[in-house]
Structures are given as C-alpha cells and as structure tokens.
C-alpha cells in the first residue's frame, strides 16, 4: 500500500480533475431528486386534500406523506444510480489500481454464490444471494478476490392473505479469498466462539454436538479458544495449520479490526469472512465529493482486504504446493 502522502499527491495531480467534473453531476442528480420528490409531494397533498374534502379521514394525509416518502427514496436511487456507476468506473477504480497496481475491480461483479458455499462457513440454505465491489488479482505474491456479499434465508408464516414472509441475514459483509499455496487434504474451519461464552462447559459440550461440522478441534492456545470454535476433518493437519504464530495474527486481526471473523481452509484457499454493515467504495450523493477525506475513507476499505494479506502473512511462503 502506498503512504499517505503518496496518496494526497496522487488526488491532488490524478483525481482532481475528474472529481470536478463528477461533482457538477452529483450536484445535478440532487436537483433532479428534488424535483421529483417536490412533485410527489405535491401530488401527494392534492390527492389527500380531495379525498379529505369528501369526508375522507384526516390519517389518510399520513398515508400519502409516508406513501411519497416512499416514492421519492426510489427516485432518488433510480436517479443516482448511473452517477454511482460512473463514479465508480473512473474513481475507484482508478484508486485500487493505484494503492495495488496487481487488482483489477469490477463494480458490478460478486463472488459467485457457489463459492460462497464451497467455503462452508455458513451452512443455511440461500435463497438470496447478491454482492457488489468485486477485486481480483494479487497483493503482493498472494492470488486473491473478495466483493460485498449478502446472502440471505426466507421464512414464511400464515395462510391465504395472512401468510407473510420475512428475509433472515445469513451473512452480509466482506467475503474474501485467498491462495495458501498449500494443498489441503481436509477442512478446517474457524468460526467464532459464542457458545463457550455464554454457557462455559456446557458451550464446549453443544460445540461438540454441532451434526452439521466436522469433528471439534481442541487447541492449546487458551486465548484462541476463547475467541474462536474450530472443526475439521483431519485433526493433525487443523493443528499444523494453526500454528501458534498463525493464531496469534488471528487474534491480532479481531482486536484490530473489531469484528467477527470466520476463516475456513479448504482445497487450497483460505476464506475470510467479515460482517459489517458499511457498504464500501459508496460514493457520496448528500454532500460534495470534492475533499480528501472520502478518498481517504476509499483507501481504508481497500486497506481491510490488504491486511488479511499481510495480517495472516500469506506472502511468506513457507509452504509449496504438491
């Protein structure tokens, strides 16, 4: 990654420019929102006005004030849409290119739900699935891809007109993969700890009942313990896998980034999971986009995906491929 000050001359000579013409877009664009939110509520307070003036009752205004509010936050991401693209297409882009002249990004692409499943880090069938930000290629020697994921579950309850379905988060964050440059014979799969914290020993018991893993995996390392669960099919090869060093970035990613952290080891790539609520590489639409600050925040979303690299210290080699 480059230095700050490389990235402030870098927007200062590169981004300046186009960031101009963009602003004079988006300033358009919320002309446009407006406009279309004034007719809606316009509208709005016509149709309730009629329908009061003929004895209709007064919580019908409501009902149209909340029905235009509605209306006017799909216009508003109908009219936005194409300049977030464009945004995208010449200022992420270009930004990821040059803090990681080795990633190409693809705005509209994802990683593809089978691989989301082949990870095996959540095992709830999906019956929605859908992402955005795709990155790929190499940080430094490590092959890599992550995009934004949601992956979701429905539920549905009642009959006839009663019947209601609501949508259940499976996962929704940032999903990433990486080559570990060694062949795994099984999988092991770090999730984290939830049940030890709250029950103790019986945790460690309902741990070890999970039908839907592979067998539990007891590590020295009381800290990791702690913290994290873990399963795989062939326990010598789980614990040489995680190796005490290995462990301990672990830990130091979770205190840094403070979040959960799921990790899975299979065929010859490590998965990452990280859940968060912020989407990344959103470009602004409320207020100007012409300050560094945004560019900053750009380089700190694309700094999380770098650190698993260098965090989990996947560029040393320390193993080869069979």
């Known amino acids: 990654m480059k230095t700050l000050e490389e990235l402030k001359a870098f927007y200062d000579t590169e981004l300046v420019a186009e960031l101009r013409q963009l602003e004079a877009k988006r300033k358009q664009v919320m002309i446009n929102s407006l406009i279309a939110v004034g007719v809606v509520a316009v509208l709005g307070l016509v149709i309730a006005g009629a329908v009061m003036a003929q004895g209709g009752p007064p919580f019908i205004l409501i009902?149209?004030?909340?029905?235009?509010?509605?209306?006017g936050g799909i216009a508003f991401s109908f009219i936005?849409?194409?300049?977030?693209?464009?945004?995208?297409?010449?200022?992420?882009?270009?930004?990821?290119?040059f803090l990681e002249p080795g990633l190409?990004?693809?705005?509209?692409?994802?990683?593809d739900r089978q691989t989301f499943k082949t990870s095996t880090l959540f095992k709830h069938s999906i019956d929605r699935y859908r992402g955005e930000d795709r990155v790929d290629g190499t940080i430094g020697q490590t092959q890599v891809a992550f995009s934004e994921i949601h992956a979701e579950y429905k539920t549905s309850s009642g009959t006839g007109k009663d019947r209601k379905t609501e949508w259940h988060t499976i996962f929704k964050g940032l999903f990433f993969i990486a080559d570990f440059?060694?062949?795994f014979k099984g999988q092991t799969v770090v999730l984290p700890d939830t049940a030890e914290k709250l029950f103790g020993g019986f945790g460690k018991m309902l741990?070890?009942?999970?039908?839907?893993?592979?067998?539990l995996i007891k590590?020295?390392?009381?800290e990791f313990e702690r913290e994290f669960v873990v399963y795989g099919s062939d326990q010598i090869e789980a614990r040489y896998i995680l190796s005490t060093s290995l462990m301990q970035r672990i830990l130091e990613f979770k205190r840094k980034t403070g979040t959960k952290i799921y990790l899975s080891f299979t065929g010859s790539n490590v998965y990452v999971a990280l859940p968060m609520t912020k989407n990344l590489f959103e470009p602004k639409v409320m207020s100007s986009i012409m300050d560094f600050e945004p560019i900053l925040d750009y380089a700190r979303d694309l700094s999380?995906?770098?650190?698993?690299?260098?965090?989990l210290n996947l560029n040393t080699r320390i193993w080869s491929k069979e």
Do not use: C
């Not at 936005?80 to 290119?97: D, P, V």
């Not at 590590?219 to 009381?222: G, Q, S």
């Not at 999380?304 to 965090?311: C, G, M, P, R, S």
């Open 63 to 71: 009902f149209f004030l909340v029905g235009g509010a509605i209306v």
């Open 80 to 97: 936005s849409k194409g300049y977030k693209a464009e945004f995208k297409q010449r200022i992420i882009s270009k930004i990821i290119t």
């Open 104 to 111: 190409r990004y693809s705005p509209q692409g994802l990683i």
């Open 181 to 183: 440059n060694k062949h």
């Open 207 to 215: 741990q070890s009942w999970n039908m839907s893993r592979d067998d």
């Open 219 to 222: 590590l020295e390392d009381v």
């Open 304 to 311: 999380l995906a770098v650190a698993i690299v260098e965090d």
